[in-house]
């Protein structure tokens, strides 16, 4: 077990705060301690203030949960963008790693997870009926089921695909079209650590979802 003895209160206090991000532990925290504090002020200040500001101030779009500075985020505010073609996916950081491959011009849907017994969470833990919220809302726009449609681009592991055929079974009532990544990705494979080409062909090459 890794103890210190540091010469500050104020050292320490800084070190256990940064001790506590994903992946940090105490010696790489002490690293970034001593390295913030040799540099100047203002640096200092400016990155307590995005961070502060990160924290405080982001909003989540109201239309898909995306992160955002706003009410709506930058692609669902895009008029240009296909806003009846829904890609779902788990996470923040699929909807970045999509949007790198630029093969994509619908807009998402952020369920925020995946179905996970074992972690606790269950469906009534993700924003599934705001997806269903958005199909209904399309379809009472006078927008026919079949001009719609479903992407489920979550992880081809146990965990992923069981949420999509839950979502699927969901959504089928409402005949709009379900469809899924064309499995260039491996089983098991995270979107965010796909490479933007695989990533963009599975994509283009998308195929109707087969519960």
Not at 1 to 23: C, F, H, Q, T, W
Not at 170 to 199: C, H, M, N, P
Request: charged share 20%; hydrophobic share 40%.
């Amino acid at each position: 077990m890794y103890n210190e003895k540091y010469p500050s209160r104020l050292l320490e206090e800084a070190v256990d705060a940064i001790a506590m991000l994903p992946g940090v532990g105490r010696r790489g925290a002490l690293r970034l301690a001593l390295h913030l504090l040799r540099q100047p002020a203002e640096n200092v200040h400016h990155f307590t203030g995005a961070v502060n500001a990160l924290r405080d101030e982001v909003q989540y779009c109201r239309e898909c949960n995306m992160i955002s500075d706003g009410e709506v985020c930058s692609i669902c505010a895009d008029r240009t963008r296909d806003h009846h073609t829904i890609c779902v996916v788990e996470s923040i950081r699929d909807v970045m790693s999509i949007e790198n491959t630029g093969q994509y011009r619908g807009v998402y849907h952020v369920l925020g997870g995946i179905i996970s017994p074992i972690a606790g969470i269950g469906p009534s833990d993700l924003a599934i009926p705001q997806l269903k919220q958005r199909l209904e809302a399309l379809l009472a726009e006078g927008v026919p089921a079949s001009g719609i449609e479903v992407i489920l681009a979550l992880s081809g592991d146990v965990e992923g695909e069981t949420t999509s055929f839950y979502l699927y079974r969901q959504i089928e009532s409402t005949g709009v079209k379900v469809s899924s990544l064309a499995r260039g990705l491996g089983f098991g494979d995270d979107l965010e650590y796909a490479d933007a080409l695989t990533l963009g062909r599975s994509i283009q090459n998308r195929q109707i979802f087969k519960p």
